[in-house]
């Protein structure tokens, strides 16, 4: 009985030491400051600087990057155009082929037969809602008008201009904007 009488009395110390150093850290760490918040400081970047260095690296981040590899990057349009957003799913082998409204091509997808990644033939820099060619996580998503109106087009806009997708073998879902 003495032995755990003993034991439990070491126990009760221990835990006092212990709300002792925790107390002491808290009473020392907190100085009644309010917290403040540290902010990069930024600065206009002249053009006459801008012209000086060609060569110097970019910033790694744009506004609006969504998504950017060495070949293509894409970037959200911040502003909502026609009556809501299309979402285009590809399978296997199906190809999204965009047009200009005077019937040129402005570029394709293409989903791989091996799953791994998508062929782009867009321009390197594309503004859409949401386009990701990576088939973990891929997104075809353009803001576009109804598609009703239009019996053989869907109207989408892509880097800010109304373009044509045939309606014929796509798979896709209307989202009207709230």
């Known amino acids: 009985m003495y032995i755990a009488v003993k034991h ?6 221990r835990k006092r030491h212990v709300f002792y150093i925790l107390m002491a850290t808290l009473l020392f760490g907190c100085t009644g400051k ?5 902010q990069a400081e930024e600065k206009p970047q002249s053009t006459a600087v801008a012209s000086q260095h060609p060569n110097a690296p970019k910033p790694r981040y744009e506004k609006g990057l969504l998504y950017e590899n060495q070949n293509f990057a894409s970037y959200i349009d911040e502003v909502k155009r ?3 957003v299309i979402s285009f799913t590809l399978e ?3 190809r999204l082929d965009i047009w200009n409204l005077d019937d040129t ?3 394709e997808i293409v989903m791989n037969e ?4 998508f062929t782009l033939n867009l321009p390197k820099k594309v503004i859409a809602r949401k386009l990701i060619p990576e088939n973990d996580f891929a997104a075809f998503e353009f803001d576009a008008e109804k598609p009703e109106p ?3 087009y869907l109207f989408i806009y892509v880097n800010k201009e109304k373009r044509k997708v045939e309606k014929k073998g ?7 904007w709230k």
């Open 8 to 13: 439990k009395l070491k126990e009760k110390m």
């Open 34 to 38: 309010p917290q403040e918040t540290v």
């Open 82 to 84: 026609g009556a809501g």
């Open 92 to 94: 296997v082998n199906d």
């Open 105 to 107: 091509k402005f570029g």
């Open 114 to 117: 091996d799953l791994t990644y």
């Open 150 to 152: 239009d019996a053989k």
């Open 170 to 176: 796509t798979h896709f879902a209307f989202t009207a």
